[in-house]
């Protein structure tokens, strides 16, 4: 496939119902969206990354900056040592660094280079990537809720439970944590509970958290995600013998290498595996694989993705490691409008689509009455 050109594409979005977590609530969603063109087939991209930065994570607008001044030159480059032609998605990851930033970009590209592959040769993701089964399983996240009150926080659970979710994912931090796990298994006793700490707890020093996290134990818990920060495989390990609970890692996950580390470790029980983060479709692929592989369970998680990104993560979420329901859940359900549309959607069961690509496309028309801004650049032999 020869390279025509690559168009960005930023709107913005926004979150019907804001998400509190231990690191702060989510509202506006702006996207960006890449789009590759070449003389086969074009192909569509979608960019995970939210507008605020994390440790772990980069923000939208230097992602921005960095597919448009280094990734669109160098997917050149590496189209102009190939006599003009598009780079293999394969490939793709091989042109950018290991850390946050570059994960993410190559993540962005690497869709876009798939999705125009598989329109060309009219094969859908979920065969591409070798999915096992043709409907996937949708779980819910119910943010901190305003005032901490536990009857608002088992009336959206519930809401969740009524729609389908094969689980519920809680956010939980210190001083909201057995109130809510208890809230919760009280009001859904056979319920799949996760409860999702985004790294906030500590061990060691004055304030060791180990005996509150041992309490949660009472609760039944599919695991307690994240308890301790990204970077404390080791810490993680030593709280895995403690707990009865299994332990569910995120942040931690950011490379494949991750992930082995935190086998080696003992450190994770559950791999919630973030195509977006860990650098693209085809690392989720190996990292689920991995977590197949060691026996553990893994799930695929999400950003409060458009429709473009949930379909793809949707076909990752068919692959045999991905064992327990993913976050994905129809983005009508949390965006105030969803310029590509999504799946078919029966309560918690996802359809993959069969459809060349990656099953979904931000509308041109939706995109210009959101007022979204639109720059092409042109590949010039
Ligand atoms: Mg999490």
């Not at 900056?65 to 394969?90: D, I, W, Y």
């Not at 598989?118 to 949708?138: F, H, I, M, N, Y």
């Not at 495989?233 to 991750?258: K, M, N």
């Amino acid at each position: 496939m020869k390279l025509v050109g690559i168009e960005l594409w930023r709107v913005d979005l926004a979150l019907s119902n804001p998400v509190a977590t231990s690191q702060g609530s989510h509202g506006p969603r702006p996207v960006l969206y890449v789009r590759v063109v070449t003389d086969e087939a074009e192909g569509w991209g979608e960019c995970g990354a939210l507008p605020g930065g994390t440790a772990v994570d980069p923000a939208l607008d230097d992602v921005d900056v960095a597919v448009a001044e280094r990734a669109v030159p160098r997917l050149f480059q590496a189209g102009a040592s190939r006599g003009g032609e598009l780079v293999g998605a394969p490939s793709v990851a091989r042109l950018f660094g290991e850390g946050p930033l570059e994960r993410v970009v190559a993540a962005t590209i690497e869709m876009a280079v798939l999705d125009a592959e598989l329109r060309s040769s009219a094969t859908a993701l979920a065969e591409r990537l070798g999915a096992v089964r043709a409907v996937v399983e949708s779980g819910g996240v119910v943010g901190i809720p305003p005032g901490r009150d536990p009857g608002a926080l088992v009336d959206a659970a519930a809401r969740l439970l009524d729609g389908g979710a094969r689980r519920v994912r809680f956010k939980i931090e210190p001083g909201w944590d057995t109130v809510p796990a208890r809230a919760l298994r009280t009001a859904f006793p056979s319920a799949a509970l996760l409860a999702d700490a985004n790294g906030a707890y500590r061990r060691g020093g004055t304030d060791d958290d180990a005996s509150v996290l041992c309490a949660l134990d009472d609760y039944g818990l599919v695991c307690i995600e994240q308890p301790l920060p990204a970077p404390d495989l080791a810490a993680l390990g030593i709280l895995a013998a403690e707990l009865a609970t299994p332990i569910g890692l995120d942040e931690s996950l950011g490379t494949v290498r991750r992930l082995a580390e935190a086998i080696r470790y003992g450190a994770v029980a559950v791999a919630c595996i973030k195509p977006s983060r860990i650098g693209g479709l085809l690392a989720a692929r190996r990292a689920l694989a991995m977590a197949a592989e060691a026996g553990i369970d893994g799930f695929v998680g999400g950003f409060f993705e458009s429709g473009l990104g949930r379909a793809a993560n949707a076909a990752v979420a068919g692959l045999c490691g991905s064992s327990l329901p993913g976050d994905l859940s129809d983005p009508a359900d949390y965006l105030v409008e969803d310029p590509c549309g999504y799946l078919e959607v029966d309560g918690g069961a996802v359809r993959l689509t069969t459809a060349p690509g990656v099953g979904a496309a931000p509308d041109s028309a939706v995109l210009a009455r959101l007022g979204a801004v639109g720059r092409w650049f042109p590949y010039r032999s």
